[in-house]
């Protein structure tokens, strides 16, 4: 699903954002991406949707080589993906249907298409009794649905969330968490970029740890070496 090879990015100014990054993310994971500010959580993020491309090493995801990728295919790799923004980024002149809508349409979806799964998926995220509402009109937590059920609705073999809790309350956060661990069940790869340590404790799923671009500790690597132990 994402595998990064002895992966470094070095910036034009000279930043060292990742630096000989190994590690690989199965099909069907649940992963929480943590680290300070600056710590390089962003560049994996964007070398992952292929904003950026990296210094050195090499990146396959879904079975795609990045670094050498054209530019006219990136938006197919991006298809793959389902991206929820920690500022939500809705169209606050549409309303929720719509904005769910918006991504199958940007797709060329038909509107026969369009019209049985929106309604499905705002279900799947409790949202079917605010189709016609407009963003203003929902709590931050809403939104934030609204924004998970954007990624969905493409049916994504991957959701990337960067820091999907970071605007709404504690108690909100744990139940985006846990409806993102819902659909993690049903077979999406789910990658959690978060700095909340406490919430990401909450639960039981494998942590990567990133400090001044690197990975300083894999809670996968810790559990396959105790397992290999006993």
């Known amino acids: 699903m994402i595998e990064f090879r002895n992966?470094?990015?070095?910036?034009?100014?000279?930043?060292?954002?990742?630096?000989?990054?190994?590690?690989?993310?199965?099909k069907g994971e649940f992963v929480f991406i943590v680290g300070s500010s600056g710590a390089g959580k962003s560049t994996f993020l964007k070398l992952i949707m292929r904003e950026e491309i990296p210094s050195s090493g090499s990146i396959i995801v879904n079975g795609m080589p990045l670094e050498k990728m054209k530019r006219r295919k990136v938006p197919m790799l991006r298809r793959t993906m389902g991206i929820v923004f920690q500022d939500f980024r809705l169209i606050d002149k549409m309303?929720?249907?719509?904005?769910?809508?918006?991504?199958?349409?940007?797709?060329?979806a038909r509107p026969r298409a369009i019209k049985k799964r929106v309604p499905y998926i705002l279900e799947l995220v409790g949202l079917e009794n605010k189709a016609n509402n407009y963003p203003a009109e929902l709590s931050g937590g809403e939104q934030q649905r609204v924004g998970l059920a954007r990624a969905l609705v493409n049916n994504p073999q991957?959701?990337?969330?960067?820091?999907?809790t970071g605007n709404v309350d504690p108690e909100m956060s744990y139940e985006i968490i846990e409806l993102l661990h819902e659909i993690?069940?049903?077979?999406?790869?789910?990658?959690?970029?978060?700095?909340?340590?406490?919430?990401?404790?909450?639960?039981?799923?494998?942590?990567?740890?990133i400090d001044k671009g690197v990975v300083v500790e894999d809670t996968m690597e810790i559990r396959t070496s105790k397992e290999d132990e006993e």
């Open 184 to 209: 993690n069940k049903r077979g999406t790869t789910i990658l959690i970029v978060t700095h909340e340590h406490e919430l990401v404790h909450s639960f039981d799923s494998r942590v990567i740890t």
């Open 95 to 108: 309303t929720v249907y719509d904005n769910v809508a918006f991504a199958m349409r940007a797709i060329g």
């Open 7 to 26: 992966v470094s990015k070095v910036y034009s100014t000279g930043t060292h954002a990742l630096n000989k990054v190994s590690l690989t993310i199965e």
């Open 158 to 164: 991957m959701i990337i969330a960067d820091e999907p």
